[in-house]
């Protein structure tokens, strides 16, 4: 099966997309693929020939996506935030020269500094112009390269992981399996749809189903809310902080539809998924992946969840704890998270090394840290690449970040290593106090050492009014460490060694 074949088989009058402009059956959604891939062929895209999509979520993405495929294309999704400097580097490094997008992109000047030229851009009122054209079925097979996610560059430049019709099919598959999604669902998207995560869990599977997809094209709590109760949606999917957003600014009577609610793209506090489930009283579900797994590892059960976990393997993909010299380690013990199954990438975009790297000892290494329990949930610790190592000691810093969390007052907490020339790394804490409090920090360093070992207590402190982060929720760890050093370089003492 191809990954545009999605909508076959499909009761035509179904509903299938929801967005705050249109509604789209599925019959009605084949017709506009059907259409839009016709267009494209006619515009001259070729098999295997790199299409980049950039757009808020709407209707027109999810045609979009599934019109370049079907067509015979590569769709690259990029995150509408990016600046035209950041969108230039991917079209370069991807060899992009046809570009979708629902507003038009100034791109001129970034396109030129990048050396690039011949890059054309349609709308998506563009897809819709007739053509005399008549479509033509691509040659493939289902391991062939259909979209390239890049990765989120939160250090260095991005990544491209391909993916294939297979990887993406049989992980949104085992995921509907996990979590008992049920073609009667409707499935809230309010998460962006240029990620892995907000994509396979919300549309991908969605359109596995047969389910209704309800769309949030820009991102307001309120208008979720309203979106929820008007849609009755079931599945509500986001990320930790929306979790937090809805226990602290809705009703239950607003989710009285929600049958389950599923959280990943960052890590969810154990605190966090008790405090929510007993607030709401229906399952939370979190889980944990990666790009370059399409994205979904393991995840929660419905009635088997165990908070500050990341749950358990996926059917067909298997998970190893490694140690550095690529053997596996049995449960309580920490290393580095292995994978491999039909969900694991291709391999990077013209990256030989970084893929050879990544596929060593015949798994596929995450570069995060974790173990499993004795009844085989997984653990995460930490990302391998975020580990320092101070003294020859390692410190894991979400360990440290969590036992910070604890201080009253703290409402958010960072750990980056910085170069030492004594130590090699020392550790550095970033804290945000919650509003109206002041954080005493040298009381805090007390504090931790009597909770951990005095090896992996922070030599240095710094306070913020918030921490930077991604799209989805992630700590931006490399811009922390930057200013770090860009704050020790202008003052020895700045943040206070205590």
């Avoid at 959604?29 to 757009?55: I, N, Y």
């Avoid at 049995?330 to 998270?337: M, V």
């Avoid at 060593?360 to 190592?389: A, C, P, S």
């Avoid at 860009?486 to 020895?492: D, G, P, S, Y």
Wanted: proline residues 5%; glycine residues 8%; hydrophobic residues 40%.
């Amino acid at each position: 099966m191809f990954y545009d074949e999605l909508l076959k088989g499909k009761a035509p009058d179904r509903l299938a997309l929801v967005d705050q402009e249109e509604e789209l059956t599925y019959g009605e959604l084949e017709a506009k693929v059907d259409r839009w891939a016709a267009f494209l062929q006619a515009k001259g895209l070729q098999k295997g020939q790199r299409v980049a999509l950039v757009s808020r979520n709407c209707n027109g993405f999810v045609a979009a996506y599934l019109a370049v495929i079907r067509a015979g294309g590569v769709i690259v999704p990029l995150n509408f935030q990016l600046v035209p400097r950041e969108i230039a580097y991917i079209l370069k490094d991807a060899g992009i020269s046809l570009l979708i997008s629902r507003r038009p992109l100034e791109l001129g000047e970034a396109l030129e500094e990048a050396g690039i030229s011949g890059v054309r851009q349609f709308l998506y009122e563009n897809l819709d112009e007739p053509v005399e054209w008549t479509f033509q079925p691509p040659e493939r097979r289902e391991e062939d390269n259909c979209t390239i996610i890049y990765t989120s560059g939160t250090t260095g430049h991005p990544k491209g992981a391909m993916l294939s019709h297979r990887n993406l099919l049989t992980n949104a598959r085992a995921y509907c399996e996990a979590v008992g999604l049920l073609p009667e669902d409707r499935i809230l998207c309010l998460l962006p749809m240029y990620h892995c995560y907000g994509w396979t869990v919300c549309v991908t599977s969605g359109l596995l189903l047969g389910a209704r997809i309800v769309i949030q094209t820009s991102y307001n709590f309120k208008t979720a809310l309203r979106l929820v109760v008007r849609q009755q949606v079931s599945i509500f999917v986001g990320v930790p902080a929306v979790m937090e957003l809805l226990l602290d600014g809705a009703s239950l009577s607003d989710l009285a539809s929600v049958r389950a609610f599923i959280c990943g793209g960052a890590v969810l506090k154990k605190e966090l998924g008790e405090r929510f489930a007993a607030w709401s009283r229906k399952p939370l579900l979190d889980g944990y992946g990666l790009s370059e797994t399409s994205p979904v590892v393991s995840f929660n059960r419905p009635g088997k969840a165990r908070f500050g976990t990341i749950g358990l393997p996926i059917r067909d993909v298997e998970v190893a704890i490694l140690d550095p010299q690529g053997q596996e380690l049995p449960p309580g013990e920490t290393g580095e998270i292995a994978v491999r199954g039909p969900n694991v990438m291709l391999g990077y975009l013209n990256q030989e090394k970084a893929t050879e790297r990544a596929f060593r000892y015949g798994w596929f290494h995450t570069e995060d840290v974790g173990f499993f329990d004795q009844d085989g949930f997984l653990h995460l610790v930490d990302r391998l690449k975020d580990l320092i190592i101070s003294s020859g000691e390692n410190i894991y810093p979400r360990e440290v970040e969590q036992v910070l969390l604890q201080y009253p007052g703290v409402a958010e907490a960072a750990v980056i290593g910085y170069p030492d020339p004594l130590r090699g790394q020392s550790a550095a804490a970033w804290v945000v106090p919650e509003a109206g409090t002041a954080v005493d920090l040298r009381a805090l360093r007390r504090y931790l050492l009597d909770r951990i070992a005095p090896y992996k207590i922070p030599k240095k402190y710094f306070l913020a009014r918030e921490l930077p982060r991604t799209g989805l929720g992630k700590v931006r760890k490399n811009v922390l460490q930057e200013e770090t050093l860009k704050l020790l370089e202008k003052n020895r003492t700045a943040g206070r060694a205590l």
